[in-house]
């Protein structure tokens, strides 16, 4: 799996160009996006966008992104069902209104997504930073792509906004833990190899309220 890690602006989030084709969650900078998607591929030859939730500053240049590239949108159903929302997918907190994204793809956990060279992403649905909360996994590569579920160093994603869940999260991190996990992709922050297993226990025992 060949993966691109494109982050734009200080609060942004994190934006994944995965094997030239596919894009894990957009960020708001659309500008600033297309100019790296671009100096890796056509723009034209992005294929799918998967939004790893309904959150402002991983959906707001969906809409763009996805008609100049004709790229289609995924989106777990259960976000898929606030996207019109401002409060849950915290854009008031922006000052904006939600983007109006309609998704072309309703995802839940357990499917697979084809990126190519005979390679897949497995949705994991982890609610809990909001009710349609995904990580992706590639198991060739034992990737994961975490949104805001999980961040390296045992941080975990926020609860307390409307759709949040602190008990959802710490079930969904669970999950996690019993995964082999060599590269983290966070929703925010830098890319992580080092000890991923270890810093996911840590973010477990951090959900707990376990420090
Ligand atoms: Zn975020
Ligand atoms: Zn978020």
Redesign the pocket.
């Known amino acids: 799996m060949q993966v691109k890690h494109i982050n734009t602006g200080l609060y942004d ?1 994190n934006s994944y160009l995965i094997n030239r084709k596919v894009l894990v969650d957009t960020g708001m900078n659309t500008d600033g996006l297309l100019k790296e998607i671009e100096k890796n591929t056509d723009i034209g030859d992005l294929e799918l966008i998967i939004l ?4 402002y ?2 959906t707001a240049s969906a809409l763009r992104i996805s008609k100049l590239s004709g790229a289609k949108i995924a989106i777990h159903v259960n976000d898929a069902a606030y996207l019109k929302n401002d409060n849950v997918t ?1 854009s008031s907190l922006f000052g904006y209104s939600a983007p109006l994204i309609e998704p072309d793809m309703l995802l839940k956990g357990g499917d697979m997504i084809p990126i190519g060279n005979n390679e897949e992403l497995i949705v994991i649905h982890t609610p809990g ?2 009710p349609g ?1 995904i990580c992706l996994y590639e198991a060739v590569s034992k990737s994961l792509f975490s ?2 579920t999980v961040f390296p160093g045992g941080s975990i ?2 609860t307390d ?1 409307e759709g949040g869940s602190s008990s959802q999260l710490t079930e969904s991190i669970s999950k996690l833990i019993e995964i082999d996990i060599i590269v983290l992709y966070p ?1 925010h922050g830098e890319v992580s190899c080092k000890s991923v297993d270890q810093q996911i226990e840590r973010s477990l025992r951090m959900s707990r309220g376990l420090f």
């Not at 790893?52 to 959150?55: A, D, E, L, P, V």
């Open positions: 989030a790893t939730h309904c959150h500053d991983h915290a930073h909001t909360g949104g805001d994603g926020r906004f929703g």
